[in-house]
């Protein structure tokens, strides 16, 4: 940590921003699809190659966490940066969220970029304080003259068998505040893109990730393969173009809505299928557009349902595009109790592909509801 100041003050505390000037644009803000990709990677990959290439880009950044170092990362996201870059940036921590969270922050008001991962977003409740206090409102406290240039990330959501205290998702509860910017990637796309964007961006991001997704691999072209490539904050991503109804998801739950939509295609049903990638800010214009063209809506998120993000997208519907609905909203959601630990209550307790094939169906008038039904 000491030597990381040392070097972002020996070299003069412009230099990671004259760097950042020397990079190329965020990538241009277009949907992007798999046809012209070249080769796979796993979404563990993506994130690594991320890291390594902005540590190597700009020597402000650093990562900070348990285990991050020797162990090589809980879910071994940080596979050989240690080696790399040294115990300087790439620093073991005590189990003491509230500790390296605050001299993450810390480290962030004096021009440094740290990365600081939790090794659940679950832990992350030990340091809400520094996030929420110190980090997300100091540019604003201090009428912009105090930049907090700082990555919160790790798993979030449930995972498998881990049960209530370790299964929560933290979307919604970081999207309420006004002051941080929230990025849930689902592909191997996504995850490189994103993280390149928030270790770039200057103002407090939460990363979201999904341990169930680190194995998975997904296509990707040359494009996302270039050190330059980011994708901009904000925007979301049609993942399939559809005329009948509209489904929007985030993280894991991407990958159950495109099964959903390749199941309700044998039945005549054309889904289109949006991977938001950023809860905060939210792309309410790609959502309204998307609902006016299919006048139908199926939101889709694994946290639970009271003040969710689904609420938020069925608000900014109702208040933009209202008239353009021709069935009332959908809200797949999980249950609203703790995460049971008994794997077949976990199962009921999460959003599976079949209820949202159902959720369709309703909002297209092709099964019975489920009123009627009881």
């Not at 659940?120 to 907090?148: L, P, R, W």
Request: with cysteine.
């Amino acid at each position: 940590m000491l030597g990381a100041a040392r070097r972002q003050l020996g070299s003069g505390p412009m230099l990671g921003q004259v760097l950042r000037r020397l990079r190329p644009a965020a990538a241009a803000e277009v949907a992007r699809g798999y046809s012209a990709a070249a080769k796979e990677m796993t979404v563990r990959d993506a994130l690594n190659s991320a890291l390594d290439e902005e540590m190597s880009a700009d020597p402000s950044v650093f990562l900070m966490g348990e285990e991050v170092g020797e162990y090589q990362g809980a879910y071994k996201i940080s596979k050989g940066l240690l080696d790399r870059y040294g115990p300087d940036r790439v620093l073991d921590t005590p189990i003491t969220e509230a500790g390296f969270t605050g001299i993450g922050v810390g480290a962030a008001y004096h021009g440094l970029r740290p990365i600081i991962e939790f090794m659940t977003f679950n832990f992350s409740m030990q340091a809400i304080d520094h996030i929420i206090n110190s980090a997300a409102k100091s540019n604003y406290m201090s009428a912009g003259q105090i930049s907090v240039p700082i990555v919160f990330r790790g798993p979030n959501g449930a995972a498998a068998g881990v049960g209530a205290q370790h299964s929560q998702c933290y979307a919604a509860w970081y999207a309420h505040v006004p002051g941080l910017k929230v990025l849930t990637p689902y592909s191997s796309e996504d995850a490189r893109g994103l993280l390149k964007a928030a270790i770039r961006d200057p103002d407090p991001v939460i990363f979201l990730e999904n341990e169930l997704l680190y194995g998975e691999s997904f296509p990707v072209s040359a494009e996302v393969l270039d050190s330059s490539f980011c994708l901009p904050i904000g925007k979301a991503k049609i993942e399939r173009e559809g005329k009948d109804v509209t489904i929007t998801a985030f993280s894991k739950m991407v990958g159950y809505a495109l099964q959903a939509a390749e199941i309700l295609s044998k039945e005549g049903i054309s889904a289109e299928v949006i991977n938001l990638r950023s809860i905060r800010p939210l792309d309410r214009a790609a959502i309204n557009a998307s609902v006016r063209k299919t006048n139908r809506l199926v939101t889709v998120e694994e946290g639970f349902p009271q003040h969710g993000i689904g609420a938020e997208i069925c608000m900014s519907v109702v208040e933009e595009s209202f008239e353009y609905l021709d069935a009332p909203v959908e809200r797949i959601a999980g249950a609203d109790v703790p995460m049971p630990y008994a794997a077949n209550l976990e199962r009921m307790a999460v959003p599976q592909v079949d209820d949202i094939v159902r959720a369709a169906k309703r909002a297209c008038y092709r099964a019975v509801p489920m009123a009627a039904a009881a």
